[in-house]
């Protein structure tokens, strides 16, 4: 049974930046589409960003383009979200989900059905 945990959320002024981390236990995230996604209350879940199973292809949401950046570390089984420059919209609880044996790439890895393991979430608070 694969776990994802998120963890490298907080309060932070607008402008600044956040790391957010999802760490996997029970198997290796060899071969999954990995992804951010985010939720704010009384609004559906939407897509943040996601990255191949290679690494060799990211996708992320237009709002977030040239300040988010999402990365993987294999060798410590860890996807991060490198927020910068976040603003007062970026607030959320940020979701980590995993998509097994998935060869996906660009635009097709934001469909959120596909991916099967999901984390608790972490909450990024950004004040103005």
């Known amino acids: 049974q694969v776990q994802v945990v998120e963890s490298g959320g907080g309060l932070v002024q607008a402008g600044g930046s956040l790391r957010l981390s999802c760490a996997a236990s029970?198997?290796?995230?060899?071969?999954?589409?990995m992804a951010w996604f985010r939720q704010t209350p009384g609004k559906d879940r939407e897509f943040v960003a996601a990255?191949?199973?290679?690494?060799?292809?990211?996708y992320y949401r237009e709002s977030v383009r040239g300040r988010f950046t999402i990365s993987r570390d294999g060798a410590k089984n860890t996807m991060y979200l490198q927020m910068n420059s976040l603003k007062p919209e970026d607030t959320a609880v940020y979701y980590c989900?995993?998509?097994?044996?998935?060869?996906?790439?660009?635009?097709?890895?934001?469909?959120?059905?596909?991916?099967?393991?999901w984390g608790k979430g972490s909450q990024v608070t950004v004040s103005s």
């Open positions: 989900a995993a998509s097994p044996d998935d060869r996906r790439t660009g635009q097709p890895m934001a469909v959120m059905k596909a991916y099967r393991y």
């Open positions: 029970g198997r290796t995230f060899s071969g999954y589409c």
């Open positions: 990255i191949s199973w290679n690494s060799e292809s990211t």
